[in-house]
């Protein structure tokens, strides 16, 4: 790798850890710069714009959190054991700032302005081929049934969770074992 492509991932990780610290509503060009130790002006050196800087940035943070998940140990399970797991995961300290900027993102993403709209499609992508491979479908049920339901499903418990209605996620999480 060329010393220019070295610098440039250097400050992608740089901004990704801002911007995971303080969410994307801080994420300014001088922020962003003073947090990778450089100027504005050398950021728009490696890149075109902000908008392609945001891009690149969230779309490397979302490769992790992508990447953390198709590493956990899972092999095909129930869709009530997939949605309990995936709750307990959001608790993770480490996985925490992750679900934070997600909801960011989402909230952003709503008005459908590049760069977050598609950004935000491409995660939820994501997360809807995650759960296809991880989710063992029952009787009468597609894989792409289960998919979409646990999106649904567990995109709510990201939202109450962040509201802290765990007592409310709990009680949801025992009905879908009792149903499923």
Not at 70 to 90: A, P
Not at 133 to 162: D, F, M, R
Request: with cysteine; aromatic share 8%; charged share 25%.
């Amino acid at each position: 790798m060329k010393k220019g492509a070295i610098r440039k991932q250097e400050l992608i990780e740089e901004m990704s850890a801002y911007i995971l610290s303080n969410g994307i509503q801080s994420a300014s060009l001088r922020n962003l710069a003073q947090a990778a130790e450089t100027s504005d002006r050398m950021l728009l050196h490696y890149f075109k714009d902000k908008e392609e800087l945001l891009t690149v940035v969230l779309s490397s943070i979302s490769a992790k959190l992508i990447h953390m998940l198709d590493n956990t140990e899972m092999e095909k399970k129930s869709f009530s054991s997939v949605v309990k797991y995936l709750y307990q995961m959001m608790k993770n300290p480490e996985v925490s700032p992750y679900m934070k900027l997600w909801l960011e993102l989402i909230a952003i993403a709503s008005k459908k302005e590049d760069p977050f709209y598609p950004i935000a499609r491409e995660i939820c992508d994501s997360f809807f081929e995650f759960y296809k491979k991880v989710i063992k479908v029952g009787e009468g049920q597609t894989n792409e049934q289960a998919a979409a339901l646990a999106l649904v499903i567990v995109e709510g418990i990201a939202l109450l969770e962040s509201l802290d209605f765990d007592p409310v996620i709990l009680e949801a999480i025992e009905g879908i074992e009792k149903i499923t």
